[in-house]
């Protein structure tokens, strides 16, 4: 009997802390998944970096996933390792996943790889005309967009190494190349003690940028939990904010 609820313990206990950690657990799977895929890819001709934190002007860190150098660009990956169906397209600041009816939203990954690339331009003081961004979701996603992609590759994991492998143009000469890759191997840091500290100190850096921008900008044409349009409507007390979607989407906010 004693055992039995040992086990239970130890069973629950695992099964909190990967509930509490879904999502950082998630992330590492899909990362450790395309940096298997891009393994594959001639040493001789592509330089792989994985997990960069890149400083900015304000004295902050932008992180990105994956960078590759190669003489045919600048690869940078972000990567998304959501299942389900996934809806977006370029001009809206939210995508939708949906799972068995549920819908979660996540910011366009587009504009978060843009943000990126512009922290790589500036720190390494290159055009962007020498990157090619490149979305890679997770081989058991689905795919509903409507409008074709002009400002990125949005694909799957199995889709990654042709995409890369279909920029064979030359673009890059050697010593741009060896200039990049100068400055990004300072970026490299091997000890997991500093690379935890730099984690948690960007953590926090990015928790501070939501707050403050929760409060200091709020769309009031657009509902923040789902994104559709606000309408003025009428209560017992008064006017109020509600979401367009209602009753799908219960929001209200102050006029």
Same mark, same amino acid.
């Given at each position: 009997? =004693?055992?039995?609820?040992?086990?239970? !313990?130890?069973?629950? +206990?695992?099964?909190?802390? !990967?509930?509490?950690?879904?999502?950082?657990?998630?992330?590492?799977?899909? *990362?450790?998944?395309?940096?298997?895929?891009?393994?594959?890819?001639?040493?001789? @001709?592509? #330089?792989?970096?994985?997990?960069?934190?890149?400083?900015?002007?304000?004295?902050?860190?932008?992180?990105?996933?994956?960078?590759? =150098?190669?003489?045919?660009?600048?690869?940078?990956? *972000?990567?998304?390792?959501?299942?389900?169906?996934?809806?977006?397209?370029?001009?809206?600041?939210?995508?939708?996943?949906?799972?068995?009816?549920?819908? *979660?939203?996540?910011?366009?990954?587009?504009?978060?790889?843009?943000?990126?690339?512009?922290?790589?331009?500036?720190?390494?003081? !290159? /055009?962007?005309?020498?990157?090619?961004?490149?979305?890679?979701?997770?081989?058991?996603?689905?795919?509903?967009?409507? /409008?074709?992609?002009?400002?990125?590759?949005?694909?799957?994991?199995?889709?990654?190494?042709?995409?890369?492998?279909?920029?064979?143009?030359?673009? !890059?000469?050697?010593?741009?190349?060896?200039? =990049?890759?100068?400055?990004?191997?300072?970026?490299?840091?091997?000890?997991?003690? *500093? #690379?935890?500290?730099?984690?948690?100190?960007?953590?926090?850096?990015?928790?501070?940028?939501?707050?403050?921008?929760?409060?200091?900008?709020?769309?009031?044409?657009?509902?923040?939990?789902?994104?559709? @349009? +606000?309408?003025?409507?009428?209560?017992?007390?008064?006017?109020?904010?509600?979401?367009?979607?209602?009753?799908?989407?219960?929001?209200?906010?102050?006029?």
């Amino acid at each position: 009997m =004693v055992f039995i609820y040992l086990f239970l !313990i130890i069973l629950f +206990l695992v099964l909190f802390f !990967i509930n509490y950690n879904y999502a950082t657990i998630k992330g590492r799977y899909g *990362e450790n998944r395309v940096n298997k895929l891009l393994s594959k890819l001639d040493g001789n @001709d592509y #330089k792989i970096y994985h997990d960069l934190y890149i400083p900015t002007e304000e004295n902050k860190t932008t992180q990105v996933d994956h960078v590759v =150098v190669s003489p045919f660009g600048i690869f940078v990956i *972000e990567t998304k390792a959501y299942n389900g169906w996934i809806f977006g397209n370029e001009k809206s600041k939210y995508w939708t996943q949906v799972i068995y009816k549920r819908k *979660e939203k996540l910011f366009n990954p587009i504009w978060q790889n843009a943000g990126h690339i512009k922290g790589l331009e500036d720190y390494l003081g !290159i /055009e962007k005309n020498y990157f090619t961004s490149i979305i890679a979701f997770s081989n058991q996603s689905t795919f509903k967009f409507k /409008e074709k992609f002009t400002r990125a590759h949005v694909i799957h994991f199995r889709d990654l190494y042709k995409t890369i492998k279909a920029n064979n143009a030359t673009i !890059i000469g050697n010593s741009l190349i060896n200039n =990049v890759q100068s400055k990004l191997n300072k970026l490299v840091v091997v000890d997991k003690k *500093e #690379k935890k500290q730099i984690s948690k100190q960007h953590v926090q850096e990015v928790k501070l940028d939501i707050a403050k921008s929760k409060t200091t900008y709020f769309d009031k044409s657009k509902c923040p939990k789902c994104d559709s @349009d +606000l309408v003025k409507r009428k209560g017992k007390y008064g006017e109020f904010l509600g979401c367009s979607n209602y009753p799908k989407c219960r929001y209200t906010g102050k006029l």
